[in-house]
């Protein structure tokens, strides 16, 4: 048996957001066109892009891997709201009349390969644009870096950035903070329902097998210097290659030991790894 939802904002009543809903639609000076991911639009619990359907006018959404969007507008000028290389400011393009700005929407995953796959969006000139501030959701959905934020999040600031006022930004924003908290009280109520299930015990969460990774015998007489790494992809798409700790003289079975004790407790994704010093000069000048 499916459980109830709104007609309107199809989410549960207890996180119904059509009383936040603006009686008439706000207007940018501009057209946002939202190519949202299929997986994305199943997860209604977290999505932020039905509030903006529900809220702008000139706004419209697909919902598909691969755009009906034309690769010239003869009408308009189109941009992909996504980083890479050569993305530029939109702050840059406030003087442009007839816009259109497609974002994509869906994990970075899911959104990345979007933009991957599709030829027309690959053509787009790509436009980036600044948050200073971290995102909305908080710890109800995490984004994969500083400066990521949602869609409704990077759209109001947008809107912000090309219409010179803020006030459609602040309303989307005060919208979606309700929202979120909504559906973290929801959350919460489902967790402590859980408790009581479990006799006010959280049930116990499995654990995770530990990979110890192999070190090398210390039988290398080779001494060389070492330097602690990691290396970032930014925004803008460009890649970083970021050096921890000072450099080190050892033997490659000395750093590699180094390189495991500095990972402990650290997740997958935010490990260290160790090089040499000139390899890694060589790659960072490289980029």
């Given at each position: 048996m499916s459980?109830?939802?709104c007609?309107k904002?199809t989410?549960?009543?207890?996180?119904?957001?059509?009383?936040?809903?603006p009686?008439v639609?706000?207007t940018?000076?501009?057209?946002?066109?939202?190519?949202q991911?299929?997986?994305e639009?199943?997860?209604?619990?977290?999505s932020?892009v039905p509030l903006?359907?529900?809220?702008?006018?000139?706004?419209?959404?697909e919902?598909?891997?691969e755009?009906m969007l034309?690769?010239?507008d003869?009408e308009?000028h189109?941009v992909l709201l996504f980083?890479?290389?050569?993305?530029?400011?939109?702050q840059?393009?406030?003087?442009?009349?007839?816009?259109?700005?497609v974002v994509?929407?869906?994990t970075?995953?899911e959104a990345k390969?979007?933009?991957?796959?599709?030829?027309?969006?690959?053509?787009?000139?790509?436009?980036i644009?600044t948050c200073?501030?971290?995102?909305?959701?908080?710890t109800l959905?995490?984004?994969?870096k500083?400066g990521c934020?949602s869609?409704?999040?990077?759209v109001?600031q947008?809107?912000?950035?090309?219409d010179?006022?803020?006030t459609i930004?602040?309303?989307?924003?005060g919208?979606?903070?309700?929202?979120v908290?909504?559906?973290?009280?929801?959350?919460?109520?489902?967790?402590?329902?859980n408790?009581a299930?479990?006799?006010?015990?959280?049930?116990?969460e499995q654990?995770?097998?530990?990979?110890?990774a192999?070190?090398?015998?210390?039988?290398?007489n080779?001494v060389?210097?070492?330097?602690?790494?990691?290396?970032?992809?930014?925004?803008?798409?460009?890649?970083q290659?970021?050096?921890h700790?000072?450099?080190f003289i050892?033997t490659y079975?000395?750093?590699?030991?180094r390189c495991?004790?500095a990972?402990?407790?650290?997740?997958?994704g935010?490990r260290?790894?160790?090089v040499?010093?000139?390899?890694?000069?060589?790659?960072?000048?490289?980029?």
């Amino acid at each position: 048996m499916s459980r109830e939802v709104c007609s309107k904002c199809t989410r549960p009543p207890c996180v119904c957001f059509c009383d936040l809903i603006p009686s008439v639609k706000m207007t940018p000076s501009f057209q946002i066109h939202c190519i949202q991911h299929p997986n994305e639009a199943k997860r209604k619990a977290l999505s932020s892009v039905p509030l903006l359907n529900h809220s702008l006018n000139n706004f419209t959404l697909e919902i598909t891997k691969e755009t009906m969007l034309p690769s010239v507008d003869t009408e308009c000028h189109q941009v992909l709201l996504f980083p890479g290389p050569n993305a530029v400011d939109l702050q840059d393009l406030k003087c442009i009349q007839k816009l259109k700005v497609v974002v994509v929407d869906g994990t970075w995953k899911e959104a990345k390969k979007l933009v991957q796959e599709n030829s027309v969006l690959q053509a787009l000139p790509r436009v980036i644009i600044t948050c200073n501030n971290s995102s909305l959701y908080g710890t109800l959905r995490r984004e994969p870096k500083s400066g990521c934020v949602s869609t409704l999040e990077a759209v109001a600031q947008a809107i912000t950035v090309l219409d010179g006022n803020d006030t459609i930004q602040q309303t989307l924003l005060g919208m979606f903070e309700k929202i979120v908290a909504r559906q973290n009280e929801y959350v919460q109520a489902g967790k402590e329902t859980n408790l009581a299930y479990y006799n006010g015990v959280a049930k116990p969460e499995q654990e995770r097998n530990k990979v110890e990774a192999i070190v090398p015998e210390e039988n290398d007489n080779t001494v060389q210097e070492y330097i602690l790494y990691s290396v970032e992809t930014q925004l803008n798409g460009k890649v970083q290659w970021i050096q921890h700790q000072d450099a080190f003289i050892s033997t490659y079975s000395q750093a590699m030991r180094r390189c495991v004790e500095a990972n402990v407790n650290r997740k997958r994704g935010e490990r260290f790894g160790v090089v040499l010093k000139a390899t890694f000069l060589k790659k960072s000048s490289q980029l």
